[in-house]
C-alpha cells in the first residue's frame, strides 16, 4: 500500500542536541513538505520541497534543516538553534500539476520534546 | 505568512446534535478543503471544494465554498462520538502560494459528558 511514514513516532530530545526526523513516501509524490502544530495554531510550514535536491523556506524556517537527496525522502532536522522545538511535526506529500490537492497526504506525525 | 481564521475554537458535542464550524478569509482562494485530524496522527481529507457556490456532501458532512471565494463552512449532522478530533480548513491558491496549502487554527470537537 502507497502512503508517508514519520519515524520516531516520539522523540525526546536533550536542550542543546540537534536531531532528525525521518520522512519517507513511496506515492511517487514530486512535493514533500514539513508542517510545525502546536496547540491552538493550527500547522505551520517548515520548508518545502518540489523536486530532489531543491526546497524552500516556508514561514518558520529558522532553527530547521532539510535534504531532498531522493525523490522518496525529506529528513527534517532540528537544530539546536530551535528556541522552542516541543511540538507535533508532520509531513506531508503531493502531486505537483493540476488536482494536486486532492493528493495531499499527510503522515502520522512526530512528537518532539525537550528535555 | 497568511492563516485562515476558523471558528468556532473548540465546542462540545452530545450525540445527535448537528454542527457546524466556518473559515474566513482575506485573500480569495480557488480551492477549500475540510480535514479531520484524530489524537496523535495526520489529517485526513473529508472534503474538497473547487468552485465558487459549490456545496459538497460526504455522507453527515456537507461543505459550501463561499460565493465570494473568501469563505466555507463545514456542517456535521447527527454526530456521533467518533466524530470527535480537530477538524482544520485549508485553502490554495495558485498565484499567491503556489502548490502550498494554507490551514485554519483548527476546531476541536470535543463530548459533552
Known amino acids: 500500500d502507497g502512503g508517508i511514514t514519520q519515524s520516531p513516532k516520539y522523540l525526546f530530545r536533550k536542550e542543546g542536541q540537534n536531531v532528525t526526523l525521518s520522512c519517507e513516501q513511496n506515492?511517487?509524490?514530486?512535493?514533500m513538505y514539513w508542517y510545525r502544530q502546536d496547540p491552538g495554531q493550527g500547522l505551520r510550514l517548515i520548508y518545502y520541497s518540489q523536486i530532489v535536491n531543491d526546497f524552500q523556506k516556508g514561514d518558520i524556517a529558522e532553527g530547521y534543516s532539510v535534504s531532498r537527496e531522493k525523490k522518496e525522502s525529506f529528513p527534517l532536522t532540528v537544530t539546536s538553534a530551535q528556541k522552542n522545538p516541543t511540538a507535533f511535526y508532520l509531513c506531508?506529500?503531493?502531486?505537483?500539476?493540476?488536482?494536486?490537492?486532492?493528493?495531499?497526504?499527510f503522515g502520522s506525525g512526530t512528537r518532539l520534546t525537550v528535555v | 505568512g497568511q492563516q485562515l481564521n476558523q471558528s468556532p475554537q473548540s465546542m462540545f458535542i452530545q450525540e445527535g446534535e448537528d454542527v457546524s464550524m466556518n473559515c474566513t478569509s482575506s485573500?480569495?482562494?480557488?480551492?477549500w478543503l475540510w480535514y479531520k485530524q484524530d489524537p496523535g496522527e495526520g489529517p485526513v481529507l473529508l472534503i474538497a471544494l473547487y468552485k465558487a457556490g459549490e456545496l459538497t456532501s460526504n455522507g453527515r458532512l456537507t461543505a459550501q465554498f463561499g460565493i465570494t471565494r473568501k469563505d466555507s463552512f463545514l456542517n456535521i449532522s447527527a454526530s456521533i462520538p467518533s466524530d470527535v478530533g480537530i477538524y482544520f480548513c485549508a485553502g490554495q491558491a495558485t498565484w499567491e502560494y503556489g502548490n502550498k496549502l494554507v490551514f485554519g487554527a483548527g476546531t476541536i470537537l470535543r463530548v459533552k459528558s
Open positions: 506515492l511517487n509524490h514530486d512535493a
Open positions: 485573500s480569495i482562494f480557488n480551492t
Open positions: 506531508a506529500s503531493s502531486t505537483t500539476g493540476t488536482g494536486f490537492v486532492a493528493s495531499y497526504t
